[in-house]
């Protein structure tokens, strides 16, 4: 692959980058301040159980990667695109995803606890038994995306997209969901005890049933089932 320019911006090739990668966090991080105009194109990469903790990859192209159970915590992946990118068991703590691209991402059980994701991209993500516990989700786009049995205790959800997202099962006690879209959403099972900025009107657009879990001061809607 030869090198190209995108909107102004070099691109390396692939496998040049992925060789400097795999010499270690310090070794990649050490190219990209030497780099700081760089877009690492790291597309459809192979980094499964990768070792990349801190690592800087903001911006980079990582759709359709391969990084199931990579070590990922703390690393910087602000404006990164993921989509369709497999991290299924992958450790994200703390990792900085803001205005990520993660549309349609394989996120199964992945490690996203304290995670800042403001702005990002997860439409249609999978997230089932995800750990998103007091992870900044503000602004996020989640419409569509599968948060059956994910922990999301005390997340910060404010304006975010939850349109037709399925939080089955899901953990939301504490959570801050002011002015957060529900409609849609299947909350069966779901819990939102002490939930903050929750309306009834929030409530009403969404679908639960008499296992939801509920903040003191609002009413199960007639509409849900049971």
């Known amino acids: 692959m030869q090198a190209s320019f995108l909107e102004g911006t070099y691109v390396m090739a692939n496998g040049k980058q992925l060789s400097i990668l795999k010499q270690g966090v310090a070794a990649w991080n050490q190219w990209r301040d030497s780099h700081p105009k760089s877009r690492p194109d790291l ?45 299924h068991d992958a450790d994200l ?10 549309s349609s991402a394989h996120l199964e059980r ?25 992870a900044s989700l503000e602004g996020a786009d ?3 995306a599968c948060l059956e049995r994910a922990l999301l205790n005390r997340a910060e959800l404010r304006g975010a997209c939850l349109r037709m997202a ?30 903050k900025g929750l309306t009834q009107e929030q409530i009403e657009s969404a679908q639960g049933d008499p296992l939801t879990g509920l903040p003191e001061g609002l009413q199960r809607p007639e509409h849900w089932r049971g």
Do not use: Y
């Open 166 to 195: 399925n939080l089955e099962g899901a953990g939301l006690v504490g959570a801050n969901l002011e002015g957060a879209m529900l409609t849609g959403a299947h909350v069966e099972g779901a819990d939102f005890r002490d939930a």
């Open 43 to 87: 597309h459809d990469c192979e980094l499964g159980s990768a070792e990349l903790g801190g690592a800087h990859l903001e911006q980079a192209d990582l759709c359709d990667g391969h990084l199931d159970a990579a070590k990922l915590e703390g690393a910087r992946l602000d404006s990164a695109d993921l989509g369709r990118a497999h991290l």
């Open 93 to 102: 703590h703390e990792a900085h995803l803001e205005e990520a691209n993660l």
């Open 142 to 144: 989640l419409g569509g």
């Open 110 to 134: 992945a490690r996203l606890d304290k995670a800042h994701l403001e702005g990002a991209d997860l439409w249609e993500a999978d997230l089932e038994g995800a750990n998103l516990e007091d």
